[in-house]
Nanobody, 122 residues
Framework: QVQLVESGGGLVQAGGSLRLSCSAS????????MGWFRQAPGKEREFVGF????????YYEDSVKGRFTITRDIDKITGYLQMSSLKPEDTAVYYC???????????????WGQGTQVTVSS
């Protein structure tokens, strides 16, 4: 089993920044990617972006391109989601995930973090 623990959420004003962390523990982390998703109240979980664990290549959903950056620290087995120029519509619970069962853009992963709330006030 792999455990993913997230941290870094909170309340921020529009235009501000936050960095989320996702630390993996448990069995050896062998996931090909770490994905990030978010879910706003009453909405389905939506894709934010992912990073390939070995090569560090990233892919983002269009609405966050240029504002969000995903990185990872292999030694710390931790992924990061740096969010800048935040907008009220970015308000959601953010989740990290590992071991995709389907394409990395779809919310079908074997392991999920507990989620962390991000609230952007206008």
């Amino acid at each position: 089993q792999v455990q993913l623990v997230e941290s870094g959420g909170g309340l921020v004003q529009a235009g501000g920044s936050l960095r989320l962390s996702c630390s993996a523990s448990g069995r050896t982390f062998r996931s090909s990617v770490m994905g990030w998703f978010r879910q706003a109240p009453g909405k389905e979980r939506e894709f934010v972006g992912f990073i390939t664990w070995s090569g560090g290549h990233t892919y983002y959903e269009d609405s966050v391109k240029g504002r969000f950056t995903i990185t990872r620290d292999i030694d710390k087995i931790t992924g990061y989601l740096q969010m800048s120029s935040l907008k009220p519509e970015d308000t959601a619970v953010y989740y990290c995930a590992a071991d995709p069962i389907d394409t990395p853009m779809r919310p079908f992963y074997k392991y999920w973090g507990q989620g962390t709330q991000v609230t952007v006030s206008s």
